[in-house]
């Protein structure tokens, strides 16, 4: 219809109307009147699909990627179907022509990690082809579309960031479709766009290709979120093909905070380990046991007397390092210094073995006993250490034979070996 400022005696208005035989028209319409509807009544087999709900997400990370999920309501508005749906009549190819068997939809090249699910889960009856410049996915609902019939599914890929996503210093700009292709001839009645933006975004700006209806701001909470994160929220109805155009929305974020949240965790992980350090060796009993407080005690003096009996037995060596050198140098002044050096380490060991003996009496009178044993085996190891320097004596001055020194060596010897196996499984029982 033309509208003319100017009188006009005579106007027509072409109708031109799809394919199909045209049953009947109001032939007494007035182009000229707004307020009057012209009616055409003809036949159209094909499908007469709609969305009536198409609920876009798009979550920006800074972390490289960008992603997209629509939730989807198409209804097939045409001949409402007669009777029951049979899948034998169906796949012998009746009602193929007035029915809708797969929709297809075309996704950015880039697209990756494509899903496509409805109420009951993942639907593997789909196909995707990755073309040149676009990724073809063709999406088969479970049942096929008839007049009357709908159908609810959700469709999801990633993108990665460097492609709609445009830095310079902390200014960024966010470029991405309004609406994707969903299927031929699409018509939308509703949608509603939400972009999701990082957390401490500012200077929120928008640009679109088109008249938008920008609704209040929300707040949206995910992971390790404080603040949370901004959420643009755009409404646009009655949306066709070329409708599907690239919008932009440009924010500021300082990149500081994009370690914020990795050095919570770090944190948080730091804080754990930290209070569990801490509770195992806290005593949080309300009565000490003192049972185990008594077994601790008794297991301190134990390898204290260990570890002095061992120092002792390192001297026993010293001792026949000692008087074997004395035999070779035969330098009486430097073994006697030596010896007595000697003698005076292994006092002092045994004091502190016989103070430790009198605390663990009091605890544990078995382990006192072995103890005691350990002592007097000390003292007759020292007595043939004291017999052997006597012979050795002897012998470098002419008393006995050369002779009668070995064989008193030998015998002295056999005792020591005999000594200090009682002492180590004396010590390997304590």
């Not at 950015?108 to 995707?128: K, M």
């Not at 599914?153 to 966010?174: D, M, R, S």
């Not at 103070?355 to 002592?375: M, P, Y």
């Not at 003292?379 to 320097?389: D, F, I, N, T």
Request: hydrophobic share 35%.
């Amino acid at each position: 219809m033309y509208l003319s400022a100017y009188p006009t005696e005579k106007q027509e208005t072409l109708v031109v109307l799809p394919k199909g035989e045209i049953l009947a028209y109001e032939e007494k319409t007035e182009p000229v009147k707004k307020s009057q509807r012209g009616k055409f009544n003809y036949e159209n087999g094909s499908p007469f699909l709609a969305v009536t709900s198409l609920k876009r997400i798009i979550e920006v990370s800074l972390w490289g990627n960008v992603a997209v999920e629509d939730t989807v309501d198409i209804v097939h508005y045409g001949a409402a179907l007669r009777g029951a749906f049979s899948r034998l009549d169906y796949q012998r190819g009746i009602g193929h022509h007035a029915s809708v068997p797969a929709l297809k939809s075309v996704l950015p090249a880039s697209a990756r990690d494509i899903y496509y699910r409805d109420e009951i889960g993942n639907i593997s009856t789909s196909t995707v082809k990755k073309l040149f410049d676009s990724t073809e996915v063709e999406l088969q609902p479970r049942f096929p579309l008839f007049g009357g019939w709908k159908t609810h599914y959700v469709i999801g890929y990633n993108l990665p960031a460097h492609e709609t996503l445009f830095k310079k210093g902390e200014k960024f700009a966010l470029k991405m479709r309004f609406l994707d292709y969903l299927y031929d001839d699409q018509v939308i009645d509703e949608a509603t766009l939400r972009v999701v933006l990082p957390e401490t975004v500012t200077n929120i700006r928008l640009e679109s290709p088109f008249d938008v209806e920008r609704l209040s701001d929300e707040v949206e909470k995910t992971y390790l979120d404080t603040s949370g994160r901004t959420v643009v929220v755009l409404k646009k109805t009655n949306l066709v093909e070329e409708h599907i155009q690239e919008f932009k929305i440009y924010f500021d974020f300082h990149m500081v905070n994009l370690f914020r949240e990795p050095a919570m965790v770090i944190t948080a992980f730091f804080l754990l380990f930290a209070v569990i350090m801490v509770y195992v060796r806290l005593d949080f009993s309300i009565s000490k046991d003192k049972s185990s407080e008594s077994q601790l005690r008794v297991q301190a003096l134990v390898n204290e007397i260990l570890s002095c009996h061992s120092k002792r037995s390192a001297l026993y060596q010293t001792y026949e390092d000692v008087v074997s050198t004395y035999k070779v140098n035969k330098e009486n002044s430097q073994f006697t210094n030596e010896y007595r050096k000697v003698e005076n380490d292994h006092k002092a060991l045994n004091q502190k073995i016989s103070t430790l003996h009198a605390k663990i009496r009091e605890l544990w009178s078995e382990g006192a006993d072995k103890v005691q044993e350990l002592q007097n085996l000390d003292s007759r190891y020292r007595e043939l250490l004291q017999e052997g320097v006597s012979q050795t004596e002897r012998v470098l001055s002419g008393k006995i034979t050369k002779q009668q020194y070995q064989t008193s060596d030998a015998d002295i010897g056999a005792k020591k070996v005999s000594l200090i196996e009682k002492m180590e499984a004396i010590t390997e029982s304590l």
